[in-house]
């Protein structure tokens, strides 16, 4: 069974660094890519960025080129979203998510999402 | 990359059917059979309902039907049911990113 398990709710203020965690079982970490997706409060979805963990080939939505790292670690199939310095806008949920390849609309497995409460 | 346009919210009658628009350019829904459909309910993760245009997954009940023309895709619900209120979002591969890219997303109320 494929399973992506997200890190606990975060709470942080203005400025400080966050890194959250998504890990993945049930199929071969490295011959996937996985991604990020935010949510903000009331709002709709936006693919943040994904990662191919095999060669950690990394594609940025514009949005968020240069506000966020994803990483990803193959030893312990795991898929890392970081802030250096985080901003009250980006309080939200986000989830990781796995798009297939060859179709990066369609993605079928999903995190339970990870809130991330910033306050300034 | 702006998201696809959708309409803000659709509702209809239990047993009735209701379309939801999807609009893009011609650097993703227009060029990609590439485009496929979520449904979100509150405090949940997305769920896939449609995918390359009009595909359903295993498990989908039938009444979730999609389909394509030029630059705007489309998600029909027949026969409306209490579950199927939620949050509907479109998504499709872009060339302008190489990524996917969301709609704006569509509420679903079942009245």
């Known amino acids: 069974e494929v399973q992506l398990v997200q890190s606990g709710a975060e709470v942080k203020k203005s400025g400080e660094s966050l890194k959250i965690s998504c890990k993945v079982s049930?199929?071969?970490?490295?011959?996937?890519?996985i991604g990020w997706v935010r949510q903000m409060p009331g709002k709709g979805l936006e693919w943040m960025g994904i990662i191919y963990p095999d060669d950690s080939d990394t594609r940025y939505s514009p949005s968020f080129q240069g506000q966020v790292t994803i990483s990803a670690d193959k030893s312990i199939a795991t898929a890392y979203l970081q802030w250096n310095s985080l901003k009250a806008s980006d309080t939200a949920v986000y989830y990781c998510?796995?798009?297939?390849?060859?179709?990066?609309?369609?993605?079928?497995?999903w995190g339970q999402g990870t809130l991330v409460t910033v306050s300034s | 990359q702006s998201a696809l346009t959708q309409p803000a919210s659709v509702s209809g009658s239990p047993g009735q059917s209701i379309t939801i628009s999807c609009t893009g350019t011609?650097?993703?829904?227009?060029?990609?059979?590439?485009v496929s459909w979520y449904q979100q309910h509150p405090g949940k993760a997305p769920k896939v309902m449609i995918y390359?245009?009009?595909n359903r997954p295993s498990g989908v009940s039938n009444r979730f039907s999609g389909s394509k023309s030029g630059n705007t895709a489309s998600l029909t619900i027949s026969g409306l049911k209490a579950e199927d209120e939620g949050d509907y979002y479109c998504s499709s591969y872009t060339s302008t990113t190489s990524l996917g890219v969301f709609g704006t997303g569509t509420k679903v109320t079942v009245l």
């Open positions: 011609s650097s993703d829904v227009g060029s990609y059979n590439l």
């Open positions: 998510a796995r798009p297939l390849n060859g179709d990066f609309a369609r993605a079928d497995y």
């Open positions: 049930g199929y071969s970490f490295t011959s996937y890519w």
């Open positions: 390359e245009v009009s």
